[in-house]
């Protein structure tokens, strides 16, 4: 079983509609969860951490938490097409100070 | 941008040669990590260094090692280069306690 599982896609949303993304992890003992952004041929960028079950709002993004089914997701609200990317779902584990990523959803916004 | 710069950023190697990486992390930021992403793969888990010691580390074998200096940049070397260590190596810089990684560029390695 894999750390983190995430549907790899591809995702397909036109734009202005709501995309949602979803990760599952495998460790209950994960107390940080990550959402990064890649476009392809770069790096992965930061856009929203959670550590506490429920939501949490940031601009068009929303990550939500739900410990006990140990399921992370990502809402991009009025979806953009420079919201076109992989998504990357990420969990800290205490131990070793690991940080745990899945294989990433590729999201196309349509114009 | 992060801050965090990386060198190399591509580099072409044959099998059974070493490799030296290199990265410095953004300023006030006093741990590194090191990641490898094949084509189609999230990031893997290297290490992570921590006051120039290796605090983590994940599944890779011993021929990949690595060091952070004073000033907290680091280095990742490969030794006996494999055709399967063709990936782009990323190196993300933190402060330690927030778990919030910011990553380079990455350096592409490719081994013929």
């Known amino acids: 079983q894999k750390e983190v599982e995430q549907n790899s896609g591809p995702l397909s949303v036109p734009e202005g509609a709501i995309a949602s993304l979803n990760c599952t992890y495998s460790d209950r003992g994960s107390q940080s969860f990550f959402w990064y952004r890649q476009y392809s041929g770069k790096s992965p960028e930061l856009i929203m951490f959670?550590?506490?079950?429920g939501d949490k709002e940031d601009g068009r993004f929303t990550a939500q938490l739900n410990k006990a089914s140990q399921y992370v997701s990502l809402l991009i609200r009025d979806s953009q097409p420079s919201d076109s990317a992989t998504y990357l779902c990420a969990v800290n584990r205490p131990t070793g100070n690991q940080f745990y990523f899945g294989t990433g959803t590729s999201l196309t916004v349509i114009p | 941008e992060t801050g965090v710069t990386q060198s190399p950023t591509h580099l072409i190697k044959t099998r059974g040669q070493q490799v030296t990486l290199r990265c410095s992390s953004q300023?006030?930021?006093?741990?590194v990590s090191w990641y490898q992403q094949a084509l189609g793969q999230g990031p893997q888990f290297i290490f992570q260094?921590?006051?120039?010691?290796?605090?983590g580390r994940g599944n890779f074998p011993p021929r990949f090692s690595g060091l952070q200096f004073p000033n907290y940049s680091s280095e990742l070397n490969v030794n006996a280069l494999e055709l399967d260590d063709s990936a782009l190596y990323l190196c993300?810089?933190?402060?330690?306690?927030?778990?919030?990684?910011?990553f380079g560029e990455g350096s592409r390695l490719t081994v013929l």
């Open positions: 993300a810089s933190s402060f330690r306690g927030t778990g919030e990684l910011f």
């Open positions: 959670i550590y506490s079950n």
């Open positions: 260094y921590y006051r120039e010691e290796e605090n």
């Open positions: 300023s006030g930021h006093n741990t």
